[in-house]
Nanobody
Framework: QVQVVESGGGLVQPGGSLTLSCVAS????????MGWYRQPPGKERELVAS???????????SVKGRFTIARDNAKNNAKSTVYLYMNSLKSEDTAVYYC?????????WGQGTQVTVSS
C-alpha cells in the first residue's frame, strides 16, 4: 500500500528558511516523479517544484532561486524521499504544502503540512 508522509512545516519569519521532507513508500516499482504543491488560503493548489527519478527538477517562477528540491531513492525502490529547501521565505509563501508522488502516472498525495511566514 502506497504511503506519502510529509514533515517539517511550521512558523518562520520573513527572510527565514525551512526544510520540508516527504517519504513515499509501498511500491517496488519506484516513483517516477515527485513534487511539492501548495495551497494558499482561499486559492487553488499550485505546483511549487518537481523532480524526476533521474534528478531533473522543475520550479514555478515564484520560487526559482529561493527553493531547491532534492531527492533520495532507496536502492531497492522501497522508498523515495524528497526534500524542499526553502530560503528567503516571504509572506506569500504561506500555504499548506502537499507532497505528490506519481507511480505509473497515478498520483498519491500526502496529508499536507502548514507553512506560515509571519513576523
Amino acid at each position: 500500500q502506497v504511503q506519502v508522509v510529509e514533515s517539517g512545516g511550521g512558523l518562520v519569519q520573513p527572510g527565514g528558511s525551512l526544510t520540508l521532507s516527504c517519504v513515499a513508500s509501498g511500491s517496488i516499482f519506484g516513483f517516477n516523479i515527485m513534487g511539492w504543491y501548495r495551497q494558499p488560503p482561499g486559492k487553488e493548489r499550485e505546483l511549487v517544484a518537481s523532480i524526476t527519478s533521474g534528478g531533473i527538477s522543475n520550479y514555478s517562477d515564484s520560487v526559482k532561486g529561493r527553493f531547491t528540491i532534492a531527492r533520495d531513492n532507496a536502492k531497492n525502490n522501497a522508498k523515495s524521499t524528497v526534500y524542499l529547501y526553502m530560503n528567503s521565505l516571504k509572506s506569500e509563501d504561506t500555504a499548506v504544502y502537499y507532497c505528490n508522488a506519481k507511480l505509473m502516472n497515478v498520483p498519491y498525495w500526502g496529508q499536507g503540512t502548514q507553512v506560515t511566514v509571519s513576523s
